[in-house]
């Protein structure tokens, strides 16, 4: 038998700084620091962020590698996002990565952050059913909505993308004109379940093809909310869980009629959401719903693999790894990389 790879992944492409360790496809740790010092602001603040994760860095790769009970020296090569994401950030986690890398003499690989919460899904855990190949995955984020189409853990085609917002972008804008704190989208979520999902409805976007808009469902919800204010101040306050089961309910019928259309043209019954997005459990059950009509077998993942983490980049690492994709020394860093 051959000898286990261990791969350290380091994720810190916005504002949460986590390292993982992994044994060939299975993660042994999975350590993150959220930084709570965005939350009065509203919204990530890009130099804050960088100087947490150089706070965080060192202690949670140090968490990492004693809950998995490895030394450093056990490492087979380490693992970073390289992009897309917040310079300033990536490149706390890419100098780190590319320090200790050259240290211990280990390879190094830069990973798309995309991609790499796309092959989460073939993390092996007990209980946890890994898609077939090829796949489609819907990644839904604070900074993208994409449908992909997955032919191995190195091969993806990008099927469709939003024009304007993220759909997570959408969940944070809308709650942030409720009122509610950041990240908005797991309020929205959490107010969803108390409300009547048909109490309002907001302009649908007309989008050819594969393609995805939110703004527009953004300006209607704020409309809407203005005029209801012109009549009852406390319009947001007493309307506050149907707003928000509205707003979930209108953004997760956009996600979905996407995903049949490009599973009806791709011929392709696998389907998988991914990405932090893909936490919320509205789109989780319509996803199953939808699936259960259409004969489509569903891969949603566990809750600690949809927002940002460190396994998903380790997983990356690891086949990026047997695929001999060495990082070339050359960018440290991409704020912006297509996938
Ligand atoms: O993937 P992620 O952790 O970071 C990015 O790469 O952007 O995604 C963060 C996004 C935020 O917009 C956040 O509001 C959204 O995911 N999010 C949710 C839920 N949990 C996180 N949106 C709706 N419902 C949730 N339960
Ligand atoms: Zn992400």
Redesign the pocket.
């Known amino acids: 038998m051959s000898q286990p790879i261990y791969i350290l992944g380091i994720e810190s492409?916005?504002d949460?700084t986590s390292a993982a360790i992994i044994r060939d496809r299975e993660i042994l740790s999975n350590i993150t620091a959220n930084q709570q010092v965005h939350q009065v602001y509203g919204g990530v603040v890009p130099e804050l962020a960088s100087r947490a994760h150089q706070q965080n860095i060192l202690p949670v790769i140090d968490a990492a590698l004693k809950s998995a009970k490895i030394e450093r020296r056990d490492l087979s090569a380490i693992a970073y996002t390289k992009g897309p994401?917040l310079l300033g950030s990536l490149m706390v986690g890419g100098a780190f990565a590319r320090s200790m890398a050259q240290a211990l003499e280990i390879p190094l690989y830069g990973v798309h952050?995309m991609e790499a919460?796309i092959l989460a899904h073939c993390i092996q855990e007990d209980g946890v059913q890994n898609p077939d190949f090829p796949f489609l995955c819907l990644t839904v984020?604070?900074?993208?909505t994409q449908i992909v189409r997955v032919d191995s853990p190195r091969s993806f085609q990008l099927l469709g993308e939003t024009i304007d917002d993220?759909a997570?972008?959408a969940?944070?804008k809308a709650a942030k004109i409720m009122g509610l704190p950041y990240?908005?989208?797991?309020e929205?979520?959490k107010l969803a379940q108390e409300g009547d999902p048909k109490s309002f409805s907001f302009g649908k976007p007309r989008i050819e093809g594969l393609d995805f808009s939110f703004s527009g469902l953004k300006t209607s919800f704020l409309y809407t909310i203005q005029k209801g204010q012109k009549e009852q101040a406390d319009f947001v306050q007493k309307n506050q869980a149907d707003l928000a089961a509205s707003l979930q309910k209108s953004i997760i019928d956009i996600l979905i009629e996407k995903l049949n259309k490009a599973s009806v043209q791709t011929g392709i019954k696998e389907i998988a959401i991914a990405?932090?997005?893909s936490?919320?459990?509205g789109?989780r059950d319509a996803l199953l719903n939808n699936g259960r009509k259409k004969g489509w077998n569903c891969y949603i993942p566990p809750m600690r693999y949809?927002?940002?983490n460190g396994a998903m980049i380790a997983i990356t690492g690891y086949f990026m790894h047997q695929n001999g994709e060495l990082d070339k020394g050359e960018e440290l860093s991409k704020a912006r990389w297509g996938i």
């Open positions: 492409s916005c949460d994401g952050h919460h984020s604070g900074g993208h993220a997570g972008e969940f944070d990240p908005g989208g797991p929205i979520d990405g932090g997005v936490a919320n459990s789109l949809c927002t940002d």
